[in-house]
């Protein structure tokens, strides 16, 4: 099992940017992939961008494209997220999310551990 704590949301100004950060720890969690993930009031979870931990390998949903970056620290155990250019679309609570294996996925049914969430808020 991995254990996944989010930080970094806050209250921005839409075209602002903020950097969200998931610290990780567990057993093998070199081994996995880590994604991050969004749910707005009302309305279902989704992909935002995965990365595998070995590797580097990234994708992103094509509504961040080009204004989101994911990473990790492989020093610090750690995967960001920097988010820029935000608009008020983007308002949710986002969390962090890790699935064994080396490939990246992006449906939240396919990540096995969780964090508890950090709430972003993007103010017209």
């Known amino acids: 099992q991995v254990q996944l704590v989010e930080s970094g949301g806050t209250v921005v100004q839409a075209g602002g940017s903020l950097n969200l950060s998931c610290a990780v720890s567990?057993?093998?969690?070199?081994?996995?992939?880590m994604g991050w993930f969004r749910q707005a009031p009302g309305k279902e979870r989704e992909f935002v961008a995965a990365?595998?931990?070995?590797?580097?390998?990234?994708n992103y949903a094509d509504s961040v494209k080009g204004r989101f970056t994911i990473s990790r620290d492989v020093a610090q155990n750690t995967v960001n997220l920097q988010m820029n250019s935000l608009r008020p679309d983007d308002t949710a609570v986002y969390y962090c999310?890790?699935?064994?294996?080396?490939?990246?996925?992006?449906?939240?049914?396919?990540?096995?551990?969780w964090g508890q969430g950090t709430q972003v808020t993007v103010s017209s």
């Open positions: 567990g057993r093998a969690f070199n081994t996995y992939s």
């Open positions: 990365i595998s931990w070995v590797g580097g390998i990234t």
């Open positions: 999310a890790a699935r064994a294996g080396w490939i990246t996925a992006t449906r939240p049914a396919m990540y096995n551990d």
